[in-house]
């Protein structure tokens, strides 16, 4: 009885080694799919990626160094403070690199953490969705714009906005390599190709920001897409509508 206590336990050690051995080479190959694998934007985006780019809030230097690493072209910005609203970690999004996008308005300027989001958004959402349903490349990505110090839809009390930090976007719409144009407020409803598109950009970055409202959400929403980097702690709740 003891011999067979000893066999059980040496083929048990044996099957965990190599458990781990198995694990770790998944984890090797597929760090977007491991929760403490470190982030890297030129992995492909995962299950873990939204809540890794979240974690970027507080690390400026860090995210900045990731986006420069991917090659993303950008300035960062002098520190912001106005009262209870400003950053720390803004950064201008230029044309050119691996983000071949001009934006609307082109002095946007964002949080890291939504920069990174952004540039995984248009080359994994984005372009493909553009592809598959428009048959075109986009070009451009027309925003509402970042920051803005307020609080929740403009309301004299209450919690303060994403946007009070720029640690949110708002999406208007999209232009085509061919010329034409995708905008939320005329192309969200009705069925077709565009609409398909947009609420594949729409799903796609659900897995890339905290927050994702849509006009699916509420009237406030009818004419854009608002995407967020709010900061939850590491498991807390994320929004997409």
Known sequence: MHGRNVLNLIVFAMIAAGAIMGLRDYAARHPEAIPWAA????????????RKLTALTGEASQCRILLKEAGVRFTPLP????????YRDGVRLLKGGPLPLRWEPSNLGVACPVAAA??????DVVQPAAARH???AIVRIETLGSYSCRRIYGRPSGAWSEHATADAIDIAGFSLAGGSHVRIRNDWSGGGRKAAFLRDVRDGACKLFATVLSPDYNRAHANH???????????GWRACR
Not at 39 to 50: A, E, K, M, R
Not at 79 to 86: D, N, S, V
């Open 79 to 86: 520190a912001r403070i106005q009262g209870q609203c400003g």
């Open 134 to 136: 428009l048959r075109a």
């Open 225 to 235: 897409l608002h995407l967020d980097q709010a900061e939850r702690g590491t498991m």
């Open 39 to 50: 982030l890297d934007l030129s992995d492909p985006t995962g299950s873990f990626t939204g």
């Open 118 to 123: 952004l540039f995984l958004w248009n080359r």
